[in-house]
């Protein structure tokens, strides 16, 4: 007899295990699949090209030579010029906005070779595709007076017409409470690119081209 309850009370017990562990396998879900790792068949595509050439007096009035045509708009800027770098990506967003009408965009920068790395840097961080040069003498002296920056003020802008000539400068004056504005130099943009092309294009040299001296 005793043999028999022993014998139920275990069936019973090995049908109340096997029940709950079939309810805790319901309820409890299965541990998600671990993904694979994905195995990289492409190179990351890089970012866009950005170049830095060097520069001197005669390469940047061969330069304005080669852009006949189109109305070119220096900006003159540096890395240790904070108002340089603050207003540097109105100078990178006029070249996507006026560039199809006409207007080529470079910038410049009046620092030594050792900041070649830093130039490069700010200008990928920019994503500055526009023409970047470097004056070859950095920030000497002969920099300014080369390129004409009075006191070697900086920021400064350049904007020449579809002829190569000079017709607007901004520079900053330590003498006026109020410097330009980028509104200003937005204006002066839109006032030379409204300009008849036909009658402000003079013929072009056939054996001209654009200085490209990179830095090492």
């Not at 009408?101 to 700010?122: N, Y």
């Given at each position: 007899?005793?043999?028999?309850r022993?014998?139920?009370?275990l ?5 109340v ?7 805790a ?13 994905k195995?990289?068949t492409a190179?990351t ?9 060097r520069?001197d ?18 900006d003159?800027w ?8 603050e ?33 490069m ?9 526009i ?22 003020a ?12 000079l017709?607007?400068t ?11 504005s ?6 002066a ?14 013929e072009?040299?056939?054996d001209?081209?654009?200085?490209d001296?990179?830095?090492?």
């Amino acid at each position: 007899m005793r043999r028999t309850r022993f014998r139920i009370c275990l069936g019973v017990s090995i049908l109340v295990a096997i029940s709950l562990a079939g309810c805790a396998a319901k309820v409890a879900p299965a541990p998600a699949a671990t993904p694979k790792a994905k195995t990289a068949t492409a190179a990351t595509p890089a970012g866009p090209e950005i170049k830095l050439d060097r520069i001197d007096k005669v390469g940047y009035e061969a330069m304005v030579t080669y852009y006949a045509g189109k109305v070119v708009l220096v900006d003159f800027w540096a890395t240790w010029c904070p108002k340089c770098r603050e207003d540097f990506p109105h100078t990178v967003a006029l070249d996507r906005k006026y560039g199809p009408r006409g207007l080529v965009v470079v910038s410049l920068a009046c620092d030594d070779t050792d900041k070649t790395d830093e130039i490069m840097s700010f200008l990928r961080e920019q994503e500055a595709t526009i023409k970047n040069l470097r004056g070859v003498h950095g920030t000497d002296e002969k920099t300014f007076e080369d390129f004409q920056i009075a006191g070697g003020a900086l920021p400064h802008y350049k904007l020449y017409d579809r002829k190569g000539e000079l017709r607007k400068t901004f520079a900053i004056d330590p003498d006026k409470d109020t410097q330009f504005s980028l509104a200003d130099i937005d204006a002066a943009v839109e006032e030379l690119l409204a300009e008849d092309k036909k009658s402000a294009e003079p013929e072009k040299a056939a054996d001209t081209v654009a200085p490209d001296e990179s830095d090492p």
